[in-house]
């Protein structure tokens, strides 16, 4: 924290159903569901008087659900996907894997791969897919902030875990913004491949009419992947009623959007993310212009990205920022992409994610970040 005076709360403190008022207006919540096997989860819900988040404890601390000003930002899904880790087989990829349990709104993908499998690592890896530490979750605030971190023995493909996560979700009062940061230990004496990023869902009943993505890189730079059919514009996002089928993922290399590093969107952490100013900023804009939700990041951490487009039953419009294209570790290793991390070493990676019904603060992000496409 910023501050030296502070409150601490433990998930022990908590009473499932009975809200804990904050200041400015906040709270913090416990509840506990059940999924359709019959497995207890625990669901912490935070509120810094305006921005609302879920975080689900035994998905790996997944942002569940983003609300602005009590309107849902993230996108609507089917409670039958959320499954406890337990009933979800990440080695079937044919069937269901690590889709069966796919539903938060900011679901974290890796540490151990990025999209393909091979004969050890199962699709986008297991960090969604592993529960944290109830004892090591605490929820802190002072005058300015809201803190919430918790420890993520990650699941993994060995008999004990060689990573665990740190993870740490940040909001200021009254903010529509927070800050989500994850650190990757290794816990071995080996060098270790870090692989990670996140799938991201702010395509919310807001862009029920349609829309766009703003993203800062060309068109004409966005590779199409899996021999998809190809769009008239790969950044359109269609209404509710359209159907886009099969799915369409673009990777690309976004540029530097100048000038992120002065807005009091990203000031409000600077403290948190260590003054680091290679920054990148993507978002998506509903059809009336009036709101929109907005992913910045390091480039440092995450160098890469990719959209994800599918519109049947799901109507699914994601971004992913990521450390490598979503190719085999053994094709990564080729090409030159793959972090390591060293023994006992650490890796730290960290996303704001934000929303505006100002349309002026529209405007002028747009601006931003479709400069940085020139």
Partial sequence: MNNEQSTELTLGQLEPGSPHALPGGGYVALEVLTDRFGSRMHQLTVSNGRLIYTVILERGMDIGELRLDAGKISWERDMRYLLHPVHVDLADNEHSGWDSGFYAAVAAIGPEIFGTPDEVRTVHGTGSYSPALPESVLLSWD?????????????????????????????CYGAATLLREDTVRNLTDMARPVDDGYHIQLAGPYMSEGGSYILPVPPGKMLLRDAAPPEENPCAVYDTETRLDPIRCYQYVPEPVEGLAALPLVRDYWNDIEGDSALTAEMLVNAGQDTAAYVIRSLRCYPRSLIAKRATRDWMYALEPCKTRPNSLKQKTIDGEIVYVGPHGECKGWIILGATHDPQEIATLTQMIRSAAE
């Fill in 143 to 171: 005058e300015r902030q809201i803190t919430l971190e918790g420890k993520v023995p990650l699941r993994g493909y060995e008999a004990v875990p060689v990573y665990d996560k740190v993870i740490r979700i940040i909001t």
